[in-house]
């Protein structure tokens, strides 16, 4: 019986009603909006290392989902300001529990017509053993939280 892989991608598209540069500029520079923009999600935000955006940073948020409250410690892991690419590695929090690694991805928010962009994400992760789920319930929540900032941006 083949042993089913550890590691994974699974790779989204999120629709923005506002410019890519706006969009990149709230991951890259303004995620300490990111409570602003999902009250009903994020409990907390804190930036405990570097400067919000920048190579190295790293931030702590607490959230909750469904009733659930639960902490993530995010590393910027690389940032490309030119081609719109961020990746957050997770470093603490609950999801280590599950999976040995977890990134996401902003791999590029692409201008669409009348005003709005497109971002691409990849979940990338490893999972502590074969009897963890594959995160499609993390990615639908990020989809779900992107959503969110997207309406937020709409409005600010």
Same mark, same amino acid.
């Given at each position: 019986?083949?042993?089913?892989?550890?590691?994974?991608?699974?790779?989204?598209?999120?629709e923005?009603?506002?410019?890519?540069?706006?969009?990149?500029?709230?991951?890259?520079?303004?995620?300490?909006?990111?409570?602003?923009? =999902?009250? $009903?999600? %994020?409990?907390?935000?804190?930036?405990?290392? +570097?400067?919000? *955006?920048?190579?190295? @940073?790293?931030?702590?948020?607490?959230?909750?989902?469904?009733?659930?409250?639960?902490?993530?410690?995010?590393m910027?892991?690389?940032v490309?300001?030119?081609?719109?690419?961020?990746?957050?590695?997770?470093?603490?929090?609950?999801?280590?529990?599950?999976y040995? =690694?977890? $990134?996401? %991805?902003?791999?590029?928010?692409?201008?669409k +017509?009348?005003? *709005?962009?497109?971002? @691409?994400?990849?979940?990338?992760?490893?999972?502590?053993?074969?009897?963890?789920?594959?995160?499609?319930?993390?990615?639908?929540?990020?989809?779900?939280?992107?959503?969110?900032?997207?309406?937020?941006?709409?409005?600010?």
């Open positions: 019986m083949a042993q089913a892989s550890l590691h994974g991608k699974l790779q989204y598209d999120v923005y009603k506002v410019p890519a540069d706006k969009v990149y500029e709230f991951w890259s520079c303004n995620f300490s909006d990111v409570q602003k923009a =999902c009250p $009903k999600i %994020i409990n907390n935000i804190e930036l405990v290392q +570097g400067c919000w *955006g920048n190579e190295g @940073s790293i931030h702590v948020m607490t959230y909750t989902i469904d009733g659930k409250t639960e902490t993530c410690e995010e910027v892991e690389a490309d300001y030119k081609k719109k690419f961020i990746s957050f590695k997770v470093i603490g929090g609950n999801l280590l529990d599950y040995r =690694c977890v $990134k996401f %991805i902003l791999g590029q928010v692409s201008p +017509g009348g005003g *709005g962009s497109l971002a @691409s994400w990849t979940l990338e992760y490893e999972k502590l053993d074969e009897n963890v789920p594959d995160p499609i319930a993390l990615r639908d929540e990020a989809v779900h939280f992107n959503k969110a900032i997207s309406a937020y941006l709409s409005h600010a």
